[in-house]
Nanobody, 123 residues
Framework: QLQAYGGGLVQTGGSLRLSCAAS????????VGWFRQVPGREREFVST????????ILADSVKGRFTISRDYARQSVYLHMNSLTPEDTAVYFCAVTRTVYSSLKDPDKYYNWGQGTQVTVSS
């Protein structure tokens, strides 16, 4: 199961780095995605990275502000979030997939969801 951590309370315009790691396993051979969810709404795709880091995808809402990266030595994937706005407030989750490129934004194609981490951006 995956663990997402690094969330917190930040002011508008601030930055956070979220981390995703696997307990008792490794992420290194998987595509890893980040999603976010607010109460009453569906889980929303944020970003994903392929197993070799060669391809990254970002949701339009975060392009130019967020980046995704991975560290094979630490077996972790990171979501670097800059220029945060209150609209970014959500619980952020990470999960893995082996799905095809065309399905990488579909949360139903991901598994090993762990507890998310809360990100709150104050205005």
């Amino acid at each position: 199961q995956l663990q997402a951590y690094g969330g917190g309370l930040v002011q508008t315009g601030g930055s956070l780095r979220l981390s995703c790691a696997a307990s008792g396993g490794t992420l290194n051979s998987y595509k890893v995605g980040w999603f976010r969810q607010v109460p009453g709404r569906e889980r929303e795709f944020v970003s994903t990275i392929t197993w070799n880091g060669g391809t990254t995808i970002l949701a339009d809402s975060v392009k130019g502000r967020f980046t995704i990266s991975r560290d094979y030595a630490r077996q972790s994937v990171y979501l670097h979030m800059n220029s945060l706005t209150p609209e970014d407030t959500a619980v952020y989750f990470c999960a893995v997939t082996r799905t095809v490129y065309s399905s990488l934004k579909d949360p139903d194609k991901y598994y090993n969801w762990g507890q998310g981490t809360q990100v709150t951006v104050s205005s």
